[in-house]
């Protein structure tokens, strides 16, 4: 699975964006996608996911600003950010990942990163 993610930018606080997450070479239908972000100097996590069932996970830092969703008929995944904050600057990136038992995921697949900027 190739992963393409677009829609990065320079925001003010408060503002929103989309990201989009293109894949090629398999569906996403049947995959679970998540969105992690890396800012300079910190480990990258994961803020968002969707299963293949359409159930989904928020980090607590996001929760009630963001919302994933995927299309399945466009083989794309989007991340709305809503009431952007500057501690959401990061490089965001799109993944396909696989649950190995005791709620512990296997990510296989990752896009190449958008930049998200986020001005106070």
């Known amino acids: 699975v190739q992963l393409q993610a677009s829609g990065g930018g320079l925001v003010q606080a408060g503002g929103s964006l989309r990201l989009a997450c293109a894949a090629s070479?398999?569906?996403?239908?049947?995959?679970?996608i998540g969105w992690s972000r890396q800012a300079p100097g910190k480990q990258r996590e994961l803020v968002a996911s969707?299963?293949?069932?359409?159930?989904?996970y928020y980090a607590d830092s996001v929760k009630g600003r963001f919302a994933i969703s995927r299309d399945n008929a466009k083989n794309t995944a989007f991340l709305q950010m809503n009431t952007l904050k500057p501690e959401d600057t990061a490089t965001y990136y799109c993944t396909v990942w696989r649950e190995i038992g005791e709620g512990k995921r296997v990510f296989d697949y990752w896009g190449q990163g958008t930049q998200v900027t986020v001005s106070s």
């Open positions: 969707i299963t293949s069932g359409d159930v989904t």
């Open positions: 070479g398999d569906s996403l239908s049947a995959r679970n």
